[in-house]
């Protein structure tokens, strides 16, 4: 692999230098040019290069060379702080030869590899850091040390800089978050219906009390009319129970869970009714035994 040579090394080819060598034009904008392959050291065609050097030096090869700035994306794979899920973090630098014949003499370099070596143990570092649930400021943390790094580098022979980084969670961290966040949404509202249904239910039972203690409704009454709405609660409920199952937010299981405590509300509640009302019962038939049976005078 070797992206990186083949995006900066611009042309090779064979250089006839002969008895009255051509000195190669050099003052080609963003290039630079290298005689290599002969007896003595490659040497960088200048204004100080001359035709005797060149023909003692019997080059072979001309090499061009671009010295423009250019885009080395760099990606990494990284940890984070729930150790289970990673973060996918990308990275742009600014690679520029400033020394062509050492660039040269590297040529094979991985670039990939010289990056990963010199980054990813701070980049794991840092992404230990956070959890994928919030990792606010972490681009800024992995820019700042990754640019502290010296981005001159003469066994090289190129310079570097970072120009930006971002992270976000890998393919299963995102999955996760998503997951995350539809629970604490459905949670929100399931603690919502259930507090407004109780909050309303209790305001009902206390207005109906009320008319109790004005003397508009028996007890009997009462407790019929506040039974007649837990059931128009009840039916109401187990609607919008259904609608949220449909949506897949509610399960069967929590359903049916739901459905038996209602009925075993329903059926305390109508219990307690039977047997005030036998109680009342047992007060007037007491009331008209009296009648056939006074107490003794005194």
Do not use: C, W
């Amino acid at each position: 692999m070797n992206e990186f040579v083949n995006k900066l090394i611009i042309k090779e080819e064979e250089y006839e230098g002969g008895f009255f060598p051509q000195i190669p034009n050099y003052k080609k904008r963003g290039s630079a040019f290298i005689l290599t392959g002969g007896d003595n050291d490659d040497i960088l065609v200048d204004e100080h290069t001359t035709t005797k050097q060149i023909r003692q030096g019997r080059y072979g090869k001309l090499i061009e060379i671009s010295t423009l700035p250019y885009t080395k994306e760099l990606r990494f794979n990284s940890v984070s702080k729930e150790m289970a899920y990673s973060f996918d973090v990308y990275v742009r630098a600014v690679i520029q030869v400033y020394d062509p014949i050492i660039f040269y003499e590297n040529r094979n370099l991985d670039v990939d590899s010289y990056f990963d070596n010199l980054f990813s143990l701070d980049v794991k570092k840092i992404t230990q850091k956070y959890g994928v649930l919030n990792y606010t400021g972490m681009d800024e943390e992995l820019k700042d040390k990754l640019s502290t790094y010296d981005s001159l580098d003469t066994t090289i022979g190129f310079s570097y800089r970072i120009s930006v980084v971002d992270a976000v969670p890998g393919e299963k961290a995102q999955e996760y978050v998503e997951r995350y966040g539809r629970q604490q949404i459905e949670d929100e509202l399931r603690k919502y219906t259930n507090n407004l249904i109780t909050s309303l239910a209790t305001t009902y039972e206390e207005a109906v009390q009320q008319e109790v203690i004005e003397g508009k409704l028996s007890q009997t009454e009462a407790i019929l009319k506040i039974d007649e709405y837990k059931q128009l609660s009840y039916n109401n409920k187990v609607k919008k129970y259904e609608e949220l199952m449909e949506k897949g937010i509610f399960t069967n299981d929590e359903m049916r869970k739901y459905v038996i405590s209602a009925l075993e509300t329903i059926k305390i509640n109508s219990q307690a009714l039977i047997e005030d009302e036998i109680g009342e019962s047992d007060k007037r038939d007491a009331s008209h035994m009296d009648l056939f049976y006074p107490g003794e005078e005194s």
